[in-house]
């Protein structure tokens, strides 16, 4: 069974940083793109950044220059460093992934930037 865990959430004040990951596991023969959404109260899912298989990323506006997506050798774990929070940050997030042809999401994990 293929799955996503996310780790690395939690509460920290504006300015703050936070690191989040998302380990893939189960049986894996082909890893595609992997990314990070995000969903605050009473708005919709949004992407907040994505890599490629073969390295290529993309940001959402609002966070570009103070979160980094990465992914480890193996490419079956992404990070996702953030750097700078603002209260506007605080949302679930969401790991997706392109695992064997098909797309799977994490549980989310909880982010709250506040003072």
């Known amino acids: 069974q293929v799955q996503l865990a996310e780790s690395g959430g939690g509460l920290v004040q504006p300015g703050g940083s936070l690191r989040l990951s998302c380990a893939a596991s189960?049986?894996?023969?082909?890893?595609?793109?992997m990314g990070w959404y995000r969903q605050a109260p009473g708005k919709l899912r949004e992407l907040v950044a994505g890599?490629?298989?073969?390295?290529?990323?993309n940001y959402a506006d609002s966070v570009k220059g103070r979160f980094t997506i990465s992914r480890d050798n193996a490419k079956t774990t992404v990070y996702l460093q953030m750097n700078s929070l603002k209260p506007e940050d605080t949302a679930v997030y969401y790991c997706?992934?392109?695992?064997?042809?098909?797309?799977?999401w994490g549980h989310g994990t909880q982010v709250t930037v506040s003072s």
């Open positions: 997706n992934a392109e695992l064997n042809q098909r797309d799977y």
């Open positions: 189960g049986s894996i023969v082909s890893i595609g793109a």
């Open positions: 890599m490629t298989a073969g390295g290529s990323t």
